[in-house]
């Protein structure tokens, strides 16, 4: 079975700033894809940025990117910039063998003007 | 592209009544589809896995003859809560997957679902 820890349960970032959530799985797949999604205040769950474990290179988009270390089973997120709108509940999370996603426990972002 | 659709977005129900929730791929097919619940302040828990054509999967605990989810084709899948009682009264999630695009979820809006 997946685990998706994510340890902080609140951060907070001023504008313009950047900040960095972090998260650490386990899973037992051998090719596998990660994800982080925000869920803002409407509940709706937005895909933010895709990562695939057997590249190397770190996925980025736009002002999101993550730090991937594979074999530390870390997969944090980095947001530059920050801006009013990034505040949101964010989640990571990590797929299993029927497609199935668990998700972490969810980290509150709060930015600050 | 990769849109979710959900109906309804919130209902509110007398206890013992069913109520159905249906989730929508409105640009892609979907032979796989997920059902979440989310408490307030905590994290999506899976429910159910819905596979067009058979029988769902249910995750352990969740109770079959409660949520029975029916996926008829590759665009809809359905949950009903039967006889609902107040402790079903949650935020109710579903998500499908996009041909091609591996693992990648796209998730409705929700159903907020009240039971009196």
């Known amino acids: 079975a997946q685990t998706v820890t994510q340890s902080q349960p609140e951060m907070s970032v001023q504008e313009a700033e950047t900040v960095t959530l972090s998260c650490t799985y386990d899973?037992?797949?051998?090719?596998?894809?990660l994800f982080w999604y925000k869920q803002p205040p409407s509940r709706q769950m937005i895909l933010v940025i895709r990562q695939e474990a057997y590249k190397q290179q770190n996925a980025t988009e736009n002002r999101f990117s993550v730090n991937f270390q594979k074999a530390a089973k870390s997969f944090s997120l980095k947001i530059s910039d920050s801006q009013l709108g990034d505040a949101a509940m964010y989640f990571c999370?990590?797929?299993?063998?029927?497609?199935?996603?668990?998700f972490g426990s969810g980290t509150q972002l709060t930015v600050l003007p | 592209g990769a849109v979710v659709s959900q109906h309804p977005s919130w209902v509110i129900c007398k206890s013992g009544t069913s109520v159905k929730i249906e989730c929508r791929s409105l640009d892609f097919q979907a032979t796989t589809m997920f059902w979440y619940r989310q408490f307030p302040k905590q994290s999506l828990m899976l429910m159910a896995t819905?596979?067009?054509?058979?029988?769902?999967?249910?995750e352990q605990g969740v109770e079959k003859d409660k949520f029975l989810i029916n996926h008829a084709s590759l665009t809809l899948s359905t949950l009903t809560v039967t006889s609902a009682h107040p402790e079903d009264s949650s935020f109710y999630i579903c998500?499908?997957?996009?041909?091609?695009?591996?693992?990648?979820?796209?998730f409705g809006p929700g159903t907020r679902l009240t039971v009196l």
């Open positions: 999370a990590c797929p299993g063998s029927a497609r199935q996603l668990t």
């Open positions: 819905s596979n067009e054509g058979s029988k769902a999967t249910y």
């Open positions: 899973t037992s797949e051998s090719d596998y894809y």
């Open positions: 998500s499908a997957g996009a041909s091609g695009e591996t693992d990648t979820q796209y």
